[in-house]
Nanobody, 124 residues
Framework: QVQLVESGGGLVQTGGSLRLSCAASGRAFSEYAVGWFRQAPGKEREFVAVVSKSGSGILYLKSVRGRFTISRDNAKNTVYLQMDSLKPEDTAVYYC?????????????????WGQGTQVTVSS
């Protein structure tokens, strides 16, 4: 089992920054990749970024590449999503999720454990 808790969401103006944290507990942190997803009202859950077990494999949604940075601190059992140059279209509930498979994935079906989500709102 893996328990995930997100934090760091909030209200920010266009062009601002937020850093989301995903604190993990339970199974050994080094045994799974961690991804970030988001879901806006009336839309499907969307992949944002993922970092592999070792931290060496990283993928991003095209629209956030260059603005968002995912990282993991295995000593703190935490994954971060630094979000810069935020836009109103980034507004959503952001979730982190754990993937116990070997490869990194962008589809939510590959992720076994999910956090409760944190709201990010970007005002124009």
């Amino acid at each position: 089992q893996v328990q995930l808790v997100e934090s760091g969401g909030g209200l920010v103006q266009t062009g601002g920054s937020l850093r989301l944290s995903c604190a993990a507990s339970g199974r050994a942190f080094s045994e799974y990749a961690v991804g970030w997803f988001r879901q806006a009202p009336g839309k499907e859950r969307e992949f944002v970024a993922v970092v592999s077990k070792s931290g060496s494999g990283i993928l991003y949604l095209k629209s956030v590449r260059g603005r968002f940075t995912i990282s993991r601190d295995n000593a703190k059992n935490t994954v971060y999503l630094q979000m810069d140059s935020l836009k109103p279209e980034d507004t959503a509930v952001y979730y982190c999720a754990a993937d116990l498979n070997e490869a990194v994935h962008t589809s939510p079906e590959n992720y076994e454990f999910w956090g409760q989500g944190t709201q990010v709102t970007v005002s124009s």
